[in-house]
């Protein structure tokens, strides 16, 4: 039965796709099924994995409307061990067509659970906002994985994350927890990416992870080129970093 792993950060610039992206590549790398979930209406994990965004009828669009049913949505073997439901800037109008309906925040979920027992992880990556799709990640989470940029604003906003985070496991999903935090574009050059890792190791209760995600010039190159870093540069630190994260993931989930 897959583990439902959603990737949020309300705040933007964060490294989250890049973390939805490389994390599935890098547990598929390690054997394990993974589906990724395409929740961001801007469709950059589609167009990250080598997907042209507007190719597919059949996505998470149409998954949270009815027209499309998850094995619709679903493109298989992207990569080894990979499939994804694909996203694109239509997705946007989502909040506004599900307006009055019925038990709206359970519809990812439901489509999830149907296919759960065909994965080992489901990857979803959510928008930079606290709007009906992340409400619907986070409904259809086991756990949440927060990316943190180290730059001097890291915790802004983690607080509103948090709250949500405990709203939904209150009403919603009573079995939401939080994985833990992973730090993102560390640059070992600067004192500040040291402190802010400190600082936030002080300041947050919550299981941080001990791979860091380096800031690095292959892994800001990848998505244009559709591949995640694993396969674009598979030896560059930012491919380690990933793998260590992956490692991690199935160490304290397995």
């Known amino acids: 039965m897959a583990m439902v ?29 993974v589906l990724a979930v395409d929740a961001d209406p801007q469709g950059n994990l589609t167009s990250g994995l080598g997907l042209e965004k507007d190719e597919y009828e059949d996505n998470t669009y149409g998954l949270l409307l009815g027209d499309s049913s998850i094995e619709e949505a679903i493109i298989p073997n992207v990569f080894d061990h990979l499939d994804i439901v694909p996203s694109n800037v239509d997705l946007a109008a989502v909040e506004i067509e599900l307006v009055g309906i019925e038990r709206k925040e359970y519809i990812l979920k439901d489509a999830l659970d149907q296919v759960k027992g065909t ?90 992870y001990r791979s860091i995600i380096p800031r690095n010039v292959r892994l800001a190159e990848a998505p244009s080129y559709g591949l995640p870093i694993t396969e674009y540069d598979s030896k560059c630190p930012g491919a380690q970093a990933y793998r260590s994260v992956a490692r991690e993931i199935l160490d304290h989930l397995i």
């Open 119 to 208: 994965y080992d992880f489901i990857v979803i990556d959510c928008p930079p906002s606290l709007n009906t799709l992340t409400i619907n990640a986070l409904t259809a989470a086991d756990r949440v994985l927060v990316p943190i940029q180290c730059e001097y604003y890291a915790l802004e906003g983690l607080s509103q994350l948090i709250y949500t985070i405990e709203l939904i496991k209150k009403r919603l999903n009573p079995n939401l927890t939080i994985d833990g935090v992973v730090f993102t574009m560390y640059d070992s050059r600067t004192n500040l990416s040291a402190q802010v890792v400190e600082n936030v190791k002080e300041n947050l209760d919550q299981h941080i």
């Open 5 to 33: 792993l959603a990737i949020a950060n309300q705040k933007g610039g964060v490294g989250k796709t890049t973390t939805a992206i490389n994390l599935s590549a890098a547990l598929a790398e390690l054997g394990q099924k």
